[in-house]
T-cell receptor, first 114, second 109 residues
C-alpha cells in the first residue's frame, strides 16, 4: 500500500540554525500539507500546497517557514532560524484532490531545538 | 477564530459503546473529519461528514449537524486496541484543516 514517508525521523538542532524536513508524498497525489504537534498539544495546520503554490497557510506559518517541491517527488519544509518553541512533531500529509476526504499522514519528524 | 471543542478524556469498558462529542465554530465549513491517533504515531483517518446525518463504517459511525455545529463519533464493541486519542477536525475552507485538542479514550477490561 502506498504511504507518505518523512526523513529524518528525529532531528536535533541548535537554536538559530536552519532545518529542512523532507517528505515524499504518495506518488499520484496532488495536494500536500504540513502540520505540527507540540508534545501533548493538538495537531496544528501549517500550510497546504498545490500546483507549486501555497494554497492556504495558518497564522503559525510566518516568514521563518517556507515550503518547496524541488522535484517530482519531494516536498520540504524549511525553518530558517529555529526557536526553542519550534520543537514539535512535524507531519506531512497528502491527498489526491482538495475534496478527497482522506489525507494520508506520514510518520512524522520529531524536531528538537536546543 | 476557529473553535473546536471535545472532551479531554473518556473511559469505557471493553465491548461497550462510547460516543465522543465535538462542537465547532469555524469561519467556514467544508467537511468534518475524525482521526485516531495512538501515542507517538501519526493520525489515521476514520470518517468524514459534509452533509447532515450519520455515516457508518464498521464499528465506527459519525454524525453531523451543521446547523448545531455538532458532531459525534460512535465506537461500538470496544476493543482494547481502541485506546487512543480521537481527533475532531474541521476543514473551514478548501484546503486547510483545524483540529480539536483530541479526546483520550481509555478502554478497560
Amino acid at each position: 500500500e502506498p504511504e507518505v514517508t518523512q526523513t529524518p525521523s528525529h532531528q536535533v538542532t541548535q537554536m538559530g540554525q536552519e532545518v529542512i524536513l523532507r517528505c515524499v508524498p504518495i506518488s499520484n497525489h496532488l495536494y500536500f500539507y504540513w502540520y505540527r504537534q507540540i508534545l501533548g498539544q493538538k495537531v496544528e495546520f501549517l500550510v497546504s500546497f498545490y500546483n507549486n503554490e501555497i494554497s492556504e497557510k495558518s497564522e503559525i506559518f510566518d516568514d521563518q517557514f517556507s515550503v518547496e517541491r524541488p522535484d517530482g517527488s519531494n516536498f520540504t519544509l524549511k525553518i530558517r532560524s529555529t526557536k526553542l518553541e519550534d520543537s514539535a512533531m512535524y507531519f506531512c500529509a497528502s491527498t489526491f484532490d482538495s475534496q478527497s476526504y482522506e489525507q494520508y499522514f506520514g510518520p512524522g519528524t520529531r524536531l528538537t531545538v536546543t | 477564530g476557529q473553535n473546536i471543542d471535545q472532551p479531554t478524556e473518556m473511559t469505557a469498558t471493553e465491548g461497550a459503546i462510547v460516543q465522543i462529542n465535538c462542537t465547532y465554530q469555524t469561519s467556514g465549513f467544508n467537511g468534518l473529519f475524525w482521526y485516531q491517533q495512538h501515542a507517538g504515531e501519526a493520525p489515521t483517518f476514520l470518517s468524514y461528514n459534509v452533509l447532515d446525518g450519520l455515516e457508518e463504517k464498521g464499528r465506527f459511525s459519525s454524525f453531523l449537524s451543521r446547523s448545531k455545529g455538532y458532531s459525534y463519533l460512535l465506537l461500538k464493541e470496544l476493543q482494547m486496541k481502541d485506546s487512543a486519542s480521537y481527533l475532531c477536525a474541521v476543514r473551514p475552507h478548501n484546503n486547510d484543516m483545524r483540529f480539536g485538542a483530541g479526546t483520550r479514550l481509555t478502554v478497560k477490561p
